[in-house]
C-alpha cells in the first residue's frame, strides 16, 4: 500500500506501522468469523442428507457473512445443494423488514409565510419568538407527524453526531410539543405530532434547556475524550464519528489493538481530572478555518 499508493496518500507512510496493524486485525478477525462460519457449516452438512434448508444459508449470509455462492461451493464439495429459492425468499423478507423500519411518506410544504433565509439563535437564546414559514404532514412507520420551519429558530438541528434540541412553542391557546429538530436542503425543520389551530400566530419558542445543558456538556466530553485517547493511545486516534445525546456519548475511532484496564482507567482519570478542573469554556464563534489552525484547532 505504502509503495503504490503512498504519493496519493502521504498519512500511509507516515502512519506504517499502524496501517500495518490495522490490516492484520482485520485479516484476524474476518478468519475468527470464518471459522465460526465453518463449524455452523459442518453441522448443517452433518443433519442434511440431499437439500440443504434455504433459511440455513441465509443464516450463514447474515450472521457470519458468508456470501451464498461461498456456501454452495462448499455444499458441493461434500455433493450437496441448498434451496435457493428459500434463500430469495428470506433475503426478500430482510430486504422489507429494512425498508419499513425507515418508511417515510412526506407531503408538499405549505406556505405560510415568504421567508427566504431561517436563522438560528440557539448559541445566545433559548426563547424566543417565531412565526411559522411553512409546515408539512410526515408519516413515519404509519404514524402522522408535522414539520415545521419557522423564520428564526432557537433550536439546534441535529448535525456532527449531536442530536436536535427538543422543547415547545406557545402562544394564548396552545402549547405544542417539538420532538426532534433536524437539517434538509438548509432548512431546520422541526418535528411535532400536533398541528397549531393558528398557523399565522406569533408563537415563543422555548428549547428544553435541562436537555440541552445535557448534551452540551456529553459534547464537551467528547473533546475531552478525543484528548485523552490522542494522549495515552496516540496522535494516530481521530475521530471517526459519534453520537452526542442528553443521556450518554459514543466515540468512534481507529486502534490497532484493544485497549487494556490501564489503559482504560488512565482515559477516565484524564477526563474526569479535567471536568474536575472547572476550566473556562473560550468561544471563538465566526473563525475561518486559518484563525481555528493558528489557535491550535485539531483539523481532521
Not at 285 to 292: F, I, V
Request: no cysteine.
Amino acid at each position: 500500500l505504502v509503495d503504490k499508493l503512498g504519493g496519493v496518500y502521504p498519512e500511509l507512510s507516515s502512519q506504517k506501522e499502524l496501517t500495518f496493524n490495522l490490516i492484520k486485525e482485520e485479516e484476524v478477525m474476518f478468519l475468527r468469523t470464518l471459522d465460526s462460519g465453518l463449524k455452523r457449516i459442518n453441522q448443517i452438512i452433518k443433519n442434511t442428507d440431499y437439500e440443504v434448508s434455504g433459511k440455513d444459508v441465509f443464516e450463514l449470509y447474515d450472521t457470519y457473512g458468508f456470501p451464498s455462492d461461498l456456501t454452495a461451493l462448499i455444499l458441493n464439495e461434500h455433493k450437496l445443494f441448498f434451496n435457493q429459492d428459500e434463500f430469495n425468499s428470506a433475503m426478500k423478507k430482510q430486504r422489507e423488514r429494512s425498508k419499513k423500519s425507515s418508511e417515510i411518506e412526506q407531503e408538499d410544504w405549505n406556505i405560510v409565510l415568504d421567508y427566504e433565509k431561517v436563522e438560528f439563535v440557539g448559541y445566545q437564546n433559548l426563547d424566543v419568538e417565531v412565526r411559522i414559514v411553512r409546515y408539512r404532514k410526515i408519516k413515519i412507520k404509519k404514524i402522522q407527524y408535522y414539520q415545521f420551519v419557522f423564520n428564526r429558530t432557537p433550536f439546534y438541528a441535529e448535525a456532527g453526531g449531536q442530536v436536535g434540541d427538543s422543547g415547545f412553542i406557545i402562544n394564548g391557546k396552545q402549547k405544542i410539543q417539538i420532538l426532534d429538530t433536524k437539517k434538509e436542503n438548509n432548512l431546520i425543520i422541526h418535528l411535532s405530532k400536533e398541528l397549531p389551530v393558528d398557523l399565522k400566530s406569533v408563537f415563543i419558542a422555548q428549547v428544553d434547556q435541562e436537555r440541552r445543558k445535557s448534551i452540551s456538556r456529553n459534547h464537551t466530553a467528547t473533546h475531552l475524550l478525543h484528548q485523552a485517547l490522542r494522549n495515552i493511545l496516540g496522535d494516530h486516534v481521530e475521530q471517526k464519528g459519534s453520537l452526542v445525546t442528553d443521556n450518554y456519548l459514543r466515540f468512534d475511532f481507529s486502534h490497532s489493538e484493544k485497549i487494556s484496564l490501564v489503559q482504560i482507567k488512565d482515559i477516565e482519570n484524564y477526563v474526569n481530572y479535567n471536568i474536575l478542573q472547572n476550566i473556562s469554556l473560550n468561544e471563538h464563534k465566526g473563525l475561518s478555518l486559518d484563525e481555528a489552525r493558528d489557535l491550535g484547532a485539531i483539523m481532521l
